[in-house]
Structures are given as structure tokens and as C-alpha cells.
């Protein structure tokens, strides 16, 4: 819904306020709605969107043409097919008809860089060397040694991942030809080559990283507590997550270093420093088989959940087995300081580096925006994110008590409408896990 045309011209008409009403009224889990927001929308339309997310429908998805479209263009989009663009999947933005994106291709551990960093390549607890082999602990002096080590491990595990993509690719190319789609996808039926095999006009494999914010927190949080305030050498630190059971005082100290989502510029900078580092090692990766760019992405369908299963204690305090967040955004239960505050450390953030997408999930209270007052602060809020450089956000207005009333009796909530990722889905269709991992999401108050 919404958007422009190839010309450049908005797009809105009478059709995107009927789709509208259709998803506001029905809250249906397919098709998930999107609507395009630029700068030159019409206020109406953004209000009216507004207005069906703080009545609680969480569709549709938002996404920003002011930095969608020339990212797109930026890693080799002609204009007009950018401005063209749709969202498919969950978030990831794609030229229709014309592209091979792939850009669901593969998920990344991000935050298990930073475990194998400070223990030589190995998980807490294992002599097998699943990583590179980095310094010890013991010799590694300053905060650069550690941030070069995660990177070290960062390289090396995309490094991995694209050697086993590749093989996949050619995989479906030998033997998994599509020749069905490959007469809808433009450029494959003039040179009489299959989508597979690079006949598309665009060609992408788009990789996801998972855990951005809470690699981040974990390299803020050794650099306060080891480097700067000193209140435990990197080998102490090492051994306490690597203890079968926490610590409670000192996850504690780890848990009250700066955090993203505070609008703290040392929490900001780390996360900032991942992302921007992860968008860097995508791009040196090459080009893929179908002769086409790795793009970086920045979501998790449900693999945050499984990936924080598996990933040992970390610094910023998440103990072991804890989810990561879903997408872009702090760890759950770590943004204290509202959503002004949350909405300047998004802003921190190069979105145009991420040209496979992000999901935001941003989770506000249901009761703080009922009225005027509350509606007025969201329409400011998203107004304001989208015009400092937001990429994306998904809403949930939701009450936690109703969550939990929903968990214990699912039978009275057969409807309630959830985001996951970017995509949305009835709150009792969930695992348990899953619903405990929404019902933990930061519930911001709109004042």
C-alpha cells in the first residue's frame, strides 16, 4: 500500500485506504500487509495507518522509500525498478519480475563470534575448535584485541557460510531448475538461461544476522567493566560465563552496563560497530553463483529463539540458553529508558549498509494509546524515525496481561495478532517458548 511510482510520484489512491480497512478490520495472518511511506506521503494516509496500528491490528509493516530506494539503487538497482519496489518475504526488498533476490539464503549466529572470541575459537565448556584460533584471554591487553578477535570469528564463520551457499546454488542450478518461474522472471526467457543459473535481471543471496544488538551490548560491557572501570580482568570474566551455573551478583553487574536502546552513545557505538563491521564482511564476500551480490540483512524469522538456545553466557549478562531479540532490536527487556529513547539509538544506525532489510519490532502498551494524547506521541514517534533515516518498523500494541491471560487460556484468544519477525501470527499458534519471548519484549508506554 502507499509508495511511488517508477516516475517518483506517490502512489497512494483509493485502492491502499480499502486495503487498509480490509487489514485493520480482519487482522488476518495472510496476506501480511505493507504499506510504503515516503516524504512526500499524504498526511491522511499515515494517520490512517497510525490510527489502525494503535488500535491494535500490528499490520501493516512500514517501510521507508527515502532509505529503501536509494539503497537499492546503491548495489546496482536501475531507479525506476527501486522505486518499484515490493517487500517480500518477511522485510526484504526486491525489484517484482525482475529478480533472483534469494534473500532468505542463510541466518548467522552473530553474537556466538563474541563466546569463540574470548575462548580461542571453542565454546564455553569444549576442547573442539569449531572457530579461529584468536588470543587468549590472558593476552589480549586492550579493547582492540577483543574487537579484532570477534571479528576474526565474524569472517570466519560468513566465511564458512558462503562456502556452503555456494555449493547449495550450484546445487539448484544442476538439479533444481525452475523453468516455470524463470518464464515470469525478466531477463531468463530472452537469453534462454533458468533463474537459477543467472538469467534474471537482478541477482542476490541475502544472509541474515541475528543477535546484532546483543553482540553489541557484550563488546559495550567488557569495555566498561574490564578496560574502563576495572572491575574484572577479561580471564575472570571468561571463567564466569563459562561456569555451569551463573553467577548471580556478577550477571548482575554485567546486566546494568550500557545497553542499546537507551539513547547511550557507548552502547550505541558497539552496536553500531557490528552492524557496520556485518555489512562489511557480506560485501567482501564476492559475488555468488549466479554472478550477482551477497546482501546483508537484519532478521530473524524464528531463529533467534534457537540460536540463544545454543549460544553460551555472554557479557552484557544474558545468561545461557536466553532468545536473542528478534531483528534489529535490544535485547529483550534491556530498552528502560522509553521509546524516545529506543527511537534515538535505531536512529544510530546506517540502514542503507543493510540492503536485504531489517525488521524492527517495536512493542508499545495497548492502555497508553487509547486516547489523543497516546496517538498524537505515535504518530510523532514513527514520524520522527522515519525522517532520520528509519528503515522499517512493525508494531505490537498489546496489553501483557492479556498475553498471559492468552497463554494460560488459549481458547479465548483463537485471533490475537502477534509479529514475530516480519511476518504475523495468532498469538496461540505459538510454542510456549515463543510466546514467553513475545510477552519479554520491552512494552514501551507512549508517555
Known amino acids: 500500500m502507499g509508495g511511488m511510482n517508477q516516475e517518483g510520484q506517490d502512489a497512494t489512491n483509493e485502492l491502499s485506504y480499502m486495503l487498509l480497512d480490509i487489514a485493520a478490520g480482519l487482522r488476518m ?120 578477535a570477534f571479528i576474526m570469528q565474524l569472517e570466519f564463520f560468513v566465511g564458512r557460510l558462503i562456502h556452503d551457499l555456494k555449493a547449495i546454488e550450484l546445487a539448484h542450478a544442476l538439479y533444481r531448475p525452475i523453468p516455470l518461474t524463470s518464464l515470469f522472471i525478466e531477463g531468463c526467457l530472452s537469453s534462454g538461461t533458468c533463474a537459477t543459473q543467472g538469467g534474471a535481471r537482478y541477482n542476490f543471496s541475502g544472509i541474515q544476522g541475528v543477535g546484532i544488538s546483543t553482540a553489541g551490548d557484550s563488546l559495550c560491557a567488557v569495555e566498561s567493566l574490564v578496560f574502563k572501570e576495572r572491575k574484572l580482568s577479561l580471564k575472570r570474566l571468561r571463567n564466569l560465563l563459562a561456569a555451569h551455573e551463573a553467577d548471580p551478583y556478577w550477571f548482575t553487574v554485567m546486566q546494568k552496563a550500557p545497553k542499546f536502546g537507551n539513547n547511550d552513545e557507548r552502547a550505541d557505538f558497539w552496536t553500531r560497530f557490528v552492524v557496520n563491521e556485518y555489512a562489511r564482511i557480506i560485501k567482501d564476500a564476492g559475488k555468488n553463483t549466479r554472478g550477482g551480490r551477497y546482501l546483508a540483512g537484519i532478521y530473524s524469522n524464528t531463529a533467534h529463539a534457537h540460536f540463544g538456545r545454543v549460544t553460551g553466557a555472554l557479557p552484557c549478562g544474558r545468561p545461557r540458553g536466553e532468545a536473542f531479540p528478534s531483528g534489529m532490536a535490544p535485547q529483550n527487556g534491556m530498552d528502560k529508558s522509553g521509546p524516545t529513547a529506543l527511537i534515538n539509538s535505531m536512529n544510530s544506525i546506517d540502514y542503507k549498509k ?94
Open 29 to 148: 495472518r495472510q496476506p501480511n500487509f505493507h504499506a510504503r511511506i515516503h516524504s512526500g506521503s499524504p498526511p491522511e494516509f499515515k494517520k490512517a495507518i497510525y490510527t489502525a496500528l494503535a488500535e491494535g491490528s500490528n499490520t501493516p509493516a512500514l517501510f521507508n522509500d527515502d532509505v529503501i530506494i536509494p539503497t537499492m539503487t546503491s548495489v546496482g538497482y536501475d531507479i525506476r525498478d527501486a522505486r518499484d519496489y515490493v517487500a517480500i518475504g518477511c522485510v526484504e526488498p526486491t525489484a517484482p519480475g525482475k529478480t533472483l533476490g534469494s534473500t532468505d539464503a542463510a541466518i548467522l549466529n552473530v553474537p556466538r563470534a563474541m563466546e569463540f572470541a574470548l575462548n580461542q575459537g571453542r565454546r564455553f565448556g569444549s576442547r573442539m575448535r569449531e572457530g579461529v584460533k584468536t588470543l587468549p584471554v590472558e593476552q589480549m591487553k586492550t579493547m582492540d584485541d577483543v574487537a579484532a
Open 354 to 447: 543493510i540492503a536485504n532489510g531489517i525488521n524492527f519490532n517495536l512493542k508499545l502498551d495497548a492502555n497508553s494509546v487509547r486516547d489523543d494524547k497516546g496517538r498524537n506521541f505515535l504518530n510523532a514517534l514513527l514520524d520522527v524515525y522515519f525522517q532520520r533515516g528509519g528503515m522499517q518498523v512493525q508494531l505490537n500494541v498489546l496489553d501483557a496481561d492479556v498475553l498471559r491471560e492468552a497463554k494460560e487460556h488459549p481458547e479465548k484468544y483463537p485471533f490475537l495478532l502477534v509479529r514475530i519477525s516480519g511476518y504475523s501470527v495468532y498469538f496461540s499458534d505459538l510454542s510456549p517458548r515463543l510466546q514467553d519471548e513475545i510477552i519479554a519484549r520491552t512494552s514501551n508506554k507512549a508517555f
